[in-house]
């Protein structure tokens, strides 16, 4: 049993490019905020149009990011796309001290480092796609980015697929309601066990009802379908 006093929560999401991990990572941060605080990463690309500095990322320059790194500020950094990307390790920290729960919304690299920094904190989900058509459609539908990135990406995708053994629940994002039901379940069992105690907070569910959503989706066996994009792929 977990109480809001504990120390929090690592809530790690990962998922290819295309894949939705950013749409549920935000929805359930809605929905539980404040006890839920989203890890604004640190990142050299540009920003992107609808993008707010210091809100989805904090937009800085290669020689600001490179400074970080050698003051050892981050707890995990990367080049991802061609551009950098990190996590600063004192806020992390001290949100978890606190027992405030962080969510992050990162790469399998990101992921794995993270995971080893804060090994007995961590929450690790990945998210998987129906299969690689849809993917492809959900990347060229958002006309963000040129072609030959598009492409790159969808390379990228095949490549981080393989990295789902690493993660301790996978999602099958086919359905968006199903996957995020399933999404908060896992996260919400991890904060405060399988069974309801009055000292518990309101929660969408009770906590055995959101133990069969956790278990429901153990049943549709997705490493098998992770399996088999990775074969596909």
Excluded: C
């Excluded at 809001?4 to 990572?25: F, M, N, Q």
């Excluded at 990142?43 to 500095?53: A, C, L, Q, S, W």
């Amino acid at each position: 049993m977990r109480l809001v006093t504990d120390r929090g929560v690592l809530v790690i999401v990962s998922s290819p490019s295309g894949a939705g991990k950013t749409t549920l990572t935000r929805r359930l941060l809605a929905e539980h905020a404040p006890q839920l605080e989203f890890s604004v990463s640190y990142t050299t690309r540009p920003i992107r149009p609808g993008e707010v500095d210091r809100r989805d990322y904090h937009f800085v320059a290669p020689e600001v990011f490179e400074g970080m790194v050698q003051r050892g500020e981050f707890a995990e950094h990367a080049f991802v796309h061609g551009n950098r990307y990190g996590t600063a390790q004192a806020p992390v920290e001290e949100a978890l001290a606190r027992g405030r729960d962080v969510i992050f919304d990162v790469d399998w690299q990101g992921g794995a480092a993270l995971s080893a920094r804060w090994p007995a904190d961590s929450l690790k989900i990945f998210i998987l796609p129906p299969d690689l058509d849809i993917l492809a459609s959900r990347l060229r539908m958002r006309a963000t980015d040129a072609p030959g990135v598009i492409e790159r990406r969808l390379a990228k995708a095949i490549e981080e697929l393989e990295h789902f053994p690493e993660y301790q629940h996978l999602i099958v994002n086919d359905d968006l309601e199903r996957a995020y039901a399933t999404l908060r379940a896992l996260y919400l069992t991890r904060r405060y066990g399988r069974v309801t105690r009055p000292e518990l907070p309101t929660l969408p569910m009770s906590l055995e009802e959101l133990a069969q959503v956790v278990d429901a989706n153990t049943a549709t066996d997705p490493p098998s379908h992770a399996r088999r994009l990775v074969a596909r792929g």
